[in-house]
Each structure stands twice: as C-alpha cells, then as structure tokens.
C-alpha cells in the first residue's frame, strides 16, 4: 500500500506515477473475474439484444439470477453474509465488465449491487443484514432504491412520503409515493426513504415485499416507457398504510439524507465503471464497421476524418479506465487503512468512499459525458446505419444517456464535487489557501525564462499538469476571496470550476498511468500526450470564462496572464502525428 491520499488532495500534491493503480496491476484473480463476467455477457446477453429492446423484463430478471448464481451480486457482500467480500477493486471490475453489454442489465445490476444492497450493508443492524443480505448476495430476492419523488429529487428532504408509530410502537406505518424506481417490477427488498411525523429530515427503512402482512399496502404504477433501457424495470411504487417493523430502520432517524448521500457516492464510482466496458465495446463496433465499410473503393477507415474519431474514442476509453481505477485502489486503500487502524469494515468502506467524494463525482461526470459523446461518434462513423434500429449504435446512444442524468445529474455533480472542496477547505481538512496564495506570489514576480530539461519520459506533460493545478486554485482561490460565502450562489462560475477539475484530474490519471506502464514510443502514451492537449484547450477555455467575469483591471489582466504562462507548451505536440498513430494502431489491431 502507497502513500494514502486524502480525497481532494491531489490538487495540491505531486503524484509519483508508481502510487497510481491501473488495469494493468490487476490480480490473477482479478483478472478470471473480469474474463468470467466478459465471458458471460458475451454468451448471455449479447445475443438477446433484440429481446432486451423490446421491453423483455423477464430476460432481465433471468439474466440477473444467472449473475447471482456465478456470485456476481455478492462481490462487496462479506462471506459471513453470503457474498464474495471482495475488495474495492474487484467490485469495480466486475461492474465495469457486467455492465458492457446492454444498458437494462447494466442499470438492473447497478441498482441491486449499489443502491438496493449497501444501505443495508453499511446501515442495517446486525440482525438486518443476517436477514437480507445473503438473498441479496446470491440473487434469490432482488434490491431496490426508493428515493425520489414527484417533487423531490436531488432535494431528497423535501419528500412528502411519511412513517408514523403504531398506536403499539411495533411498527411505521408508512404512506406516499415514489417514483423512477428501479427494478420495482421484481423485486422483493425495497429499501426506501420516509419522513416520520414532521421530522426534517428523512429516515431510512429496509423491508421485503413478500413480508408484508398486507401486501396490497404495496403497489405499483406501470412500467415506464423510457427512452433507453428498455427492459429495466422502471415504476412508481405506492405505500398505502404499509407496516414495516420498527427494528427495519436503517442507521437512526433522520440520518436517511445521509445514507442516501453516501449511497450515492459509491453508485457515483461505478457509474464510471459501469460506462467503461460500454466505450470499449462501442468503439470495437466502429472500427470493425470502419474497416469494413467502403466508399470511393476504399475502406472508411482510411479516411482521416474517420481516423480522427477513432483516435479520439480510443483515446477516451484509455483516460476513463484510468481515472476510474486509480479510484477505485484509492478507495480500496483507504478502506484497509481504516481497518488496520481498527475500524469495522463497513464503517471503513463508508469513510473510505466518503473521503473520495468529490473524485467519484468528477469520474461521475468525465466518464457519462464521455460515454455519450462516444456513441453520438459511433453513430456518426455508420452514417446512415447508425440511426437504424438494425445496428448497436443506436440502442447505445439511447442507453448512453441516462449516465448523465442518474446518481445526480451531471450538473449537480459538477457543483456538488467543487462545493465539496470548498467545504473541505473551510473546515481545515484540505489546504488550498497557501498553494493559492503562492500562485498569487509567483504571479507577481517576474517568470523564469530557463528552459527546463524535459528529456525524462512524461517529464514536460507532468510540469504542464502542475501548471494546471496552478491555474484550478488561481481561478477558484480569487472566486472564493470575492464571494466568500455567496459562492456557492455562483453557479456559472463552478461549473467553469468543476470542468478545469475534471481535466486535471483525468489527464494526470492517463499520464500517471502510461508513465508507470508504457515506454515513450508507445501508443499509449501518444494517448495520454493527446488527451492532455485537449484538455488544456479546455481548462483555458473555462478558465478565462471565469476570470473574465468576475475579475477586472489589473487583477483581470494578471489572471489573464498566469493562464497563458501556466497554460504553455515548451514543446508542442504534433497533435495530428498522435491522432494518426493512435488510429492507425487501432484500425490495423481490428479492436481495443
């Protein structure tokens, strides 16, 4: 185990490339659970594509119990409640390579393995979690979430469904609606959110259906007809005068909002996950189309307008995956770390994800966006096709879209992930005032004009990094010196923030990671290299939106020129030479 970061930090901290943790570290155990999962959509759900358009939500139900009975529901689950106890890592693999194949099976399996099991896991009693978490863990009941309503979203406090106490205090009696519910047409274990009397805030609870001694005091509205996934099981549930023993409650009353938030920074982390294999898998698509397709007599994929996209899409899923699983051995580490120092397990996983909120927001948002914008190109790349039901491109478009919306829409998260390190900041737990205060120095002073020597392999991109990081707390430090406490108001301004953090974050994962793996002539690190010139085009603009906005005068023009110092190359890339090596090692290998 490396040097343990606290979350935020590395903003503020150089990050040794051999502290970082990639793909290619995975275990040999590892490595059989992501070949056993692959190999399993591969058989079982691929096929079935069709079947998974038309809205067959028995398919998705039967396909989950397989998953269940190869023990993919139970990765996080400790044994001593039925599951694998695997580590952070693993269940990040697991989601990644589940979640690949179809967009209903992806949101089934993130709902039950996230959302409808870790409440439980992390806030039940002992008692609770001998009683729900082995059916939950091997797939004989399923789990699901239920936590927004009509007029509350991401204001989950503002719900309306209420819990009060039998006249004999064995039981809530539990009234309201929710709505969006995942997996609400089969399952048996409903975790869900209620307010008892005129408490603030909400309470959690868990319950299964079939325990209910009047089962008609749950019910359901239809399925939804959605956009994408369409054989996700999506409904309102109703709870009309619904008992749920007093012992159900989850953690204490009025902490719900928490472990709804906590519940929602893992789901946030494997979001991430769960977009990866889809990338991977709509980009083989492309090629594979590319290279087959011919116009003029030639292949498509000799086209350097095609090359450009495939490059492009290669490159995206090559940064995702390392974002993603730098996290994910982050969290696993500090999770142990926590243990060692004596903490339960389940209180170290909820610290451990706790402490990493704003980069599972980050990731969150980098990897939905992205996913996204893959399969728009995807569809692009098949021209007419694309837009056909007949081909992938078009089901994972749809399927693609809902990333951005779920776990918090993109722009809450946005907000949510530079609102976090502000807080942090505030309270002491992460210095960002003197770094910003030095750059404040260094600006005011006159620059170095040595050239640095930069024959170290990723040596110049790692500067420019530092650079970058400079350019988040010049930019955030003099916001918040301006607003104070009214910054928070400023959204305009923190989603500027947030997109300069998301590209630092992601373009030191990718270099970090070919730095630590892959040699100078690699295409690996012509991915890293091309990654970090788009997003410094990026950072500038969301940057100068910003300071031009609520910065004048001299302070304007002295902002203005630190971005530009901090912004510069020594040593431009050739960004068409990287494009090209990048495609042409994709479209002659046929794959990723």
């Known amino acids: 185990m490396g040097n343990i970061l606290k979350g935020g930090e590395f903003l503020i901290k150089e990050i040794p490339a051999n502290e970082i943790f990639s793909l290619e570290e995975l275990s040999e155990e590892q490595k059989m659970l992501r070949d056993s999962a692959k190999e399993f959509i591969d058989r079982e759900v691929i096929p079935h594509h069709d079947r998974f358009e038309k809205k067959d939500y028995a398919l998705t139900e039967e396909t989950m119990r397989k998953l269940g009975e190869m023990g993919l529901?139970?990765?996080?689950?400790?044994?001593?409640?039925?599951?694998?106890?695997?580590?952070?890592?693993?269940t990040m693999l697991?989601?990644?390579?589940?979640?690949?194949?179809?967009?209903?099976?992806?949101?089934?399996?993130?709902?039950?393995?996230?959302?409808?099991?870790?409440?439980?896991?992390?806030?039940g009693s002992e008692e609770l979690k001998k009683k729900y978490l082995p059916d939950l863990a091997t797939g004989t009941k399923f789990g699901a979430y239920c936590l927004t309503e009509p007029d509350a979203g991401s204001d989950a406090n503002s719900g309306k469904t209420r819990a009060k106490l039998s006249e004999d205090g064995k039981h809530y009696i539990i009234n309201g609606q929710k709505m969006w519910i995942s997996n609400a047409g089969f399952a048996d274990t409903f975790t869900l959110f209620a307010k008892i009397d005129d408490d603030k805030n909400i309470t959690g609870f868990v319950i299964n259906r079939s325990e209910l001694e009047n089962p008609e005091s749950l019910t359901f509205g239809e399925e939804e007809h959605k956009l994408g996934i369409r054989s996700s099981s999506t409904r309102q549930v109703f709870f009309n005068d619904m008992k749920i023993?007093?012992?159900?409650?989850?953690?204490?009353?009025?902490?719900?909002?928490?472990?709804?938030?906590n519940a929602l920074n893992v789901g946030r982390i494997k979001l991430a996950a769960a977009n990866l294999d889809g990338q991977r898998r709509i980009l083989n698509h492309s090629i594979q189309y590319s290279n087959e397709r011919k116009q003029f007599g030639v292949a498509i994929s000799t086209f350097g307008a095609i090359r450009k996209k495939i490059a492009e899409m290669s490159t995206g899923v090559f940064v995702s995956e390392a974002g993603s699983y730098r996290l994910a051995k982050n969290v696993e580490d500090k999770i142990e770390e926590l243990v060692a120092g004596g903490m339960d397990?389940?209180?170290?996983?909820?610290?451990?994800?706790e402490e990493f909120a704003v980069e599972a927001s980050i990731l969150k948002v980098f990897v939905s966006d992205l996913t996204q914008n893959t399969a728009?190109?995807?569809?692009?790349?098949?021209?007419?096709?694309?837009?056909?039901?007949?081909?992938?491109?078009?089901?994972?478009?749809?399927d693609a879209r809902i990333g951005r919306i779920y776990e918090g829409t993109n722009e809450i998260n946005r907000l949510l992930a530079v609102g976090m390190l502000i807080k942090r900041a505030m309270k002491g737990e992460l210095d960002l005032l003197s770094p910003a205060m030095a750059i404040s120095k260094e600006l005011m002073g006159i620059p170095s004009f040595e050239v640095p020597d930069y024959s170290a392999f990723m040596s110049e991109e790692k500067a420019i990094i530092s650079n970058l990081k400079k350019v988040f707390l010049m930019v955030s430090g003099a916001a918040l010196q301006?607003?104070?406490?009214?910054?928070?108001?400023?959204?305009?301004?923190?989603?500027?923030?947030?997109?300069?953090?998301?590209?630092?974050?992601?373009?030191?994962?990718?270099?970090?990671?070919?730095?630590?793996?892959?040699s100078a002539d690699s295409v690996e690190a012509a991915m890293a290299q091309l990654n970090l010139y788009k997003a410094i085009d990026k950072i500038i603009a969301g940057a100068k939106e910003g300071i031009v906005s609520f910065a004048e005068g001299d302070e304007q023009r002295m902002m203005l020129s630190g971005l530009r110092r901090f912004t510069k190359y020594t040593n431009s890339p050739n960004v068409v030479a990287l494009t090209e090596k990048v495609a042409a090692h994709y479209i002659e290998k046929g794959h990723y």
């Open 245 to 261: 023993p007093v012992e159900n409650m989850l953690g204490e009353r009025n902490n719900g909002f928490k472990i709804a938030l």
């Open 482 to 518: 301006k607003f104070m406490m009214d910054v928070e108001k400023q959204q305009h301004l923190l989603l500027n923030a947030s997109e300069i953090l998301n590209q630092i974050y992601m373009a030191e994962s990718a270099v970090l990671r070919a730095e630590k793996h892959f």
């Open 73 to 90: 529901l139970g990765i996080t689950v400790p044994e001593e409640y039925g599951g694998l106890g695997m580590g952070f890592v693993s």
């Open 94 to 123: 697991a989601c990644d390579y589940v979640s690949g194949g179809n967009g209903s099976l992806a949101t089934a399996y993130g709902a039950h393995t996230g959302i409808g099991t870790l409440p439980t896991l992390l806030y």
């Open 376 to 398: 728009d190109e995807g569809i692009q790349i098949y021209g007419g096709m694309g837009f056909s039901e007949d081909t992938p491109m078009e089901a994972a478009w749809r």
């Open 345 to 353: 397990h389940q209180q170290a996983e909820l610290k451990g994800v």
